[in-house]
């Protein structure tokens, strides 16, 4: 059974979609809402696995987070300082709180936003700026997650859709640090774990994945699918992560 999540509340940045003029389009909306209950990740076999009731022992020092930078060319400036009323973010990125409804990206966070092109977003679209007005960085961040993911332009001077997605798929391939395992709450460290051993056990080097202990995609306790960023109250480069 999964533990409660407690209700948050944010303002949401959703975009509306101008399809007579297959563009996107910015609109602001302020809501406040309760983010949507987590599905419980499916059962599967613990014969295999090592006990559950034993944590890892993650290892003490972490690799740095790289992502690409973007190199596609537009007159866009970014704005260091926009007012939090006046900012949005692009309807790829976004979150729709409504339940049963879909991201408009399918993405598993364990691959390479690469996947994307050509079968959901094409390469214009995948380096168009990720906020309006673009930002030259921000930050997402996570309930399990000690510090926030950093996102920084490249050199098109501003965030892209592209630098987002890459960022996070290299903040989670790392391993986590023995800080970042003891600040997560406590009654979350069993849903950790078992993330932590399905993914060994799915690995074709399971002893060496095994061996490497804990990667902040475990600290997701097997949450992979990308839902979208939310708006916080924290400031208007401050995002919040959400996947099921």
Request: hydrophobic share 35%; charged share 15%.
């Amino acid at each position: 059974m999964m533990p409660p999540r407690t209700a948050h509340r944010y303002p949401l940045w959703v975009l509306r979609f101008d399809s007579m003029a297959k563009r996107v389009s910015f609109a602001q909306v302020n809501a406040a809402y309760s983010p949507i209950p987590s599905t419980p990740s499916p059962t599967f076999s613990t014969s295999s696995l090592t006990s559950l009731s034993d944590p890892p022992t993650p290892p003490m020092h972490s690799a740095p987070i790289f992502h690409p930078r973007s190199t596609f060319k537009t007159n866009k400036s970014p704005v260091s300082n926009p007012s939090l009323e006046g900012m949005n973010i692009h309807f790829f990125l976004a979150f729709n709180p409504l339940e049963g409804s879909l991201p408009a990206l399918d993405y598993d966070i364990t691959r390479p936003p690469t996947f994307l092109l050509d079968s959901q977003i094409t390469l214009p679209e995948f380096h168009e700026a990720a906020t309006e007005p673009p930002l030259p960085a921000l930050y997402i961040t996570y309930p399990t997650l000690l510090s926030p993911i950093s996102v920084f332009a490249g050199d098109v001077g501003y965030v892209t859709i592209s630098d987002v997605l890459h960022a996070i798929y290299h903040a989670f391939l790392v391993q986590t640090t023995t800080e970042e395992y003891q600040h997560v709450p406590m009654q979350l460290l069993p849903e950790v774990n078992t993330a932590y051993y399905v993914r060994c056990e799915r690995a074709p080097d399971t002893k060496t994945q095994l061996h490497w202990g804990i990667k902040r995609i475990d600290l997701l306790r097997g949450r992979h699918r990308f839902l979208g960023l939310s708006g916080t109250l924290h400031g208007r480069d401050i995002w919040l992560l959400n996947v099921d």
